[in-house]
């Protein structure tokens, strides 16, 4: 299966499909059982307040930040969160990344006038991030330069190392099969390798799917991706079912994490 053939498992037998029980395992947090009613809960007040702080901890929270000039990004995006949010505790919330691109430019490239449904992302708002998903076409197998501009922005948050720890992946649109869906992933890591970010790949984890020849299909162990041909095609369910798988997995990643220790002042330590 080209590059990737010693992965494929002996005796042509593929995993089975992903599915909740192949994911982390969340292993920070574990729910008080041995109350049986509200009797036990007056007669027990340290576990009532133990209850009380447990209900009041607030959703864990992954930032799904695109750039999507056709849209292919953008359905991924919407997929992914479906996935995030299946996930108990933990809340997939979309963001989009500033045009630079004027707008007699985007009209001549016909591209659709983006909605406000989804809001555009500060620099700043990075840092409430529990997880990030960064998803962006290629341009010539590599970000695509809104996004590329986006991450040159957070000079300020480097500086600090305020994203120190913080799990990340990519998810990515091509016009081809050979367009970068792997070398798009690979580039783009320098810029979390630098912000001393956690990068999360998917791997092997959709099982079967990732090894499936029958039809086309984006995607790889990098992160889920899409072909958008002339930008006429749509989405297989393939190719969306693993943008949800994505959302998962690095939510069960997150929440095994709980709030880690992004931000952590380390160069205050040197």
């Not at 994911?23 to 036990?40: A, C, H, K, Q, R």
């Not at 000079?155 to 081809?176: D, I, K, M, N, Y």
């Not at 890591?189 to 799917?209: D, E, K, N, R, S």
């Amino acid at each position: 299966m080209g590059k990737g053939g010693g992965c494929v498992p002996s005796k042509k037998r593929f995993p089975t499909e992903a599915s909740d029980r192949d994911l982390p395992v969340p292993g920070s947090y574990v729910p008080i059982t041995t109350l049986s009613g509200p009797e036990d809960i007056r007669r027990n007040p340290v576990q009532k307040n133990e209850i009380q702080e447990q209900q009041s901890i607030k959703k864990l929270k992954i930032f799904i930040i695109f750039y999507s000039m056709y849209g292919h990004v953008e359905l991924l995006a919407r997929r992914m969160k479906k996935g995030v949010d299946s996930i108990d505790g933990v809340e997939g919330v979309l963001f989009r990344v500033p045009e630079t691109l004027p707008k007699d430019v985007l009209d001549q490239m016909r591209v659709p006038q983006k909605s406000d449904e989804v809001a555009v992302i500060s620099v700043d708002e990075l840092v409430q991030a529990d997880g990030l998903l960064f998803g962006f076409p290629t341009r010539f197998g590599s970000m695509a330069a809104q996004m590329k501009a986006f991450f040159d922005s957070t000079g300020g948050l480097w500086e600090g190392q305020r994203l120190a720890g913080v799990p990340a992946g990519f998810f990515v649109s091509t016009g081809t099969q050979g367009g970068g869906q792997e070398t798009t992933a690979w580039t783009a890591i320098t810029q979390l390798a630098h912000h001393g970010m956690l990068y999360v790949p998917i791997g092997y984890t959709f099982g079967a799917g990732m090894f499936k020849m029958d039809s086309i299909r984006g995607g790889s162990p990098y992160g889920a991706g899409i072909f958008s041909g002339d930008g006429t095609r749509e989405p297989s369910e393939t190719e969306l079912a693993l943008a949800e798988h994505q959302g998962k997995y690095m939510a069960a990643t997150v929440k095994r994490f709980g709030i880690g220790y992004k931000g952590l002042d380390l160069l205050s330590q040197h």
